[in-house]
């Protein structure tokens, strides 16, 4: 926790992701909020000193969701979209920085889906398409890894069923 290894430092980090995960399923939701928002944290200080610790990027990106989806669950949704906005932002510098592994690309997908779902739970339904609409965008990047179009099905599925359900028959098929 002093970040004198910061291998150690960041393998503790995921651990307590974990830890805190497993918090959640079993209902202590200060625990886990607790965990997490330690394990953000370490991946920030890891990432200030080694920018490009993978182990910390992926930690930066499951805590920032994860904070947000227990923001979302107190009905705190500025929380939740403040942590939404660095999970997807998480993932987008994951992806900059190793566009060949599959993982940072889910990641930026999922960052996104919970940018949409508080959208959508603020009634901000235009924006929460838009959100949908530049994740399947991602599949046009130069660099989108080959599964990139199996990790977009079910953004493809949210999207079309709002588009069913606000328009026109031919506006949600299309």
């Known amino acids: 926790l002093d970040l004198s290894d910061l291998g150690a430092?960041?393998?503790y980090a995921d651990t307590a992701d974990s830890q805190a995960r497993h918090a959640l399923e079993l209902g202590r939701l200060?625990?886990?909020a607790r965990l997490e928002q330690e394990v953000y944290e370490l991946a920030e200080k890891v990432?200030?000193?080694r920018p490009g610790d993978l182990r910390s990027m992926a930690n930066r990106a499951l805590s920032a969701g994860l904070l947000g989806q227990l923001a979302f669950r107190r009905f705190d949704y500025a929380a939740a979209m403040d942590y939404a906005l660095k999970s997807e932002q998480a993932?987008?510098?994951y992806v900059a920085f190793d566009p060949s592994d599959a993982n940072?690309?889910?990641y930026w997908i999922r960052g996104k889906a919970q940018?949409?779902?508080t959208l959508l739970e603020q009634g901000r339904v235009q924006d929460a398409m838009k959100e949908h609409r530049s994740a399947m965008a991602l599949q046009q990047d130069e660099?989108?890894?080959p599964t990139l179009g199996a990790s977009l099905s079910q953004t493809a599925f949210r999207l079309t069923a709002l588009s069913a359900r606000l328009g026109p028959r031919a506006t949600a098929e299309r």
């Open 104 to 106: 940072p690309w889910v």
């Open 30 to 32: 200060d625990d886990a």
């Open 9 to 11: 430092t960041s393998v």
């Open 47 to 49: 990432l200030q000193r």
């Open 115 to 117: 940018v949409a779902v």
């Open 91 to 93: 993932g987008k510098d």
């Open 143 to 145: 660099r989108a890894h």
